[in-house]
């Protein structure tokens, strides 16, 4: 199966360009300011942009994601928004490919082949569901989500067993997100030779591209980790970088820019 996630993929690796994948929380600060959001995100060069659900328990994410998702909830976003807000702005995402990030309550609640018709309907390319296994026989996620059309992306973190990456290697979709608990900050050449290490277990098992997440902020740890995965992923930052500016206007161009300056 391929789809948009493929296409940009192999687009980045023809070019041999590092990616970058965004994350906005849908409906953060509220659903009109999101879809600016997103297109500064596009404007400043993001490759791909999770869709976060807003969820009441992210355990998966920092304080920073979880207040954006507790304030969007608290504004009244429904699962049916975020599949209008993906409806409304996949068509302006050129090949910037969308996928929603959430957690295995909601689709479950919703209804689970519902859930990846109705996002792959919507213009999702790929799920990221950090707590269900692909191998979970009882709910059939991988199998519904593929035959729906769409990737569902899979987490590895550094103290995956290699029994554990094997399995995931063996569903592995569009691509496998990898997360930097062992840190790229500091002291950085012990902290960078575990990395290594760590995606070196995951490339013995899993043929698909790598991405890396989890407190990668600046272009400095983008070019660290260039090498050894094929995409960076920003979450926390771009939030915190909206944030931190006076007004609207001002942190949507923060965004923009922060995403621009990732690569140089």
């Known amino acids: 199966m391929k789809n948009k996630i493929d296409s940009k993929l192999g687009a980045l690796r023809q070019r041999k360009r590092h990616g970058l994948m965004a994350h906005i929380v849908v409906g953060y600060p509220d659903m009109a300011t999101s879809e600016r959001i997103l297109l500064s995100l596009v404007d400043g060069g993001a490759d791909m942009i999770e869709l976060q659900i807003p969820f009441t328990d992210p355990i998966a994410d920092g304080p920073t994601i979880l207040k954006a998702n507790l304030a969007s909830l608290e504004a009244g976003t429904k699962v049916a928004d975020c599949l209008e807000f993906a409806r409304r702005m996949a068509p302006r995402m ?105 995606t070196g277990r995951v490339r013995r098992h899993v043929s698909v591209p790598l991405a890396l997440g989890f407190g990668i902020s600046n272009a400095k740890q983008v070019a660290q980790v260039r090498d050894i995965v094929d995409v960076s992923v920003v979450g926390s930052k771009v939030i915190d970088t909206f944030n931190s500016a006076p007004d609207t206007h001002s942190g949507l161009e923060a965004v923009k820019n922060f995403i621009g300056g990732l690569r140089d």
Do not use: W
């Not at 090949?95 to 996002?119: A, H, Q, R, W």
């Not at 979970?136 to 590895?156: K, R, S």
């Not at 554990?164 to 030779?193: D, L, N, P, Q």
């Open 94 to 198: 050129g090949d910037v490919p969308l996928l929603f990030m959430t957690y295995i309550n909601i689709p479950f609640s919703y209804g689970l082949e519902k859930f990846c018709t109705d996002s792959a309907s919507a213009g999702i390319s790929g799920l990221i569901v950090p707590d269900i296994p692909p191998d979970e026989p009882q709910e059939h996620y991988h199998e519904l989500a593929t035959a729906a059309g769409l990737h569902p992306v899979y987490i590895l973190s550094p103290s995956s067993t290699d029994e554990r990456i094997e399995v995931i290697g063996k569903y592995a979709s569009g691509f496998v997100y990898c997360t930097a608990r062992v840190g790229i900050t500091g002291a950085r050449e012990s902290r960078m030779a575990g990395l290594k290490q760590f």
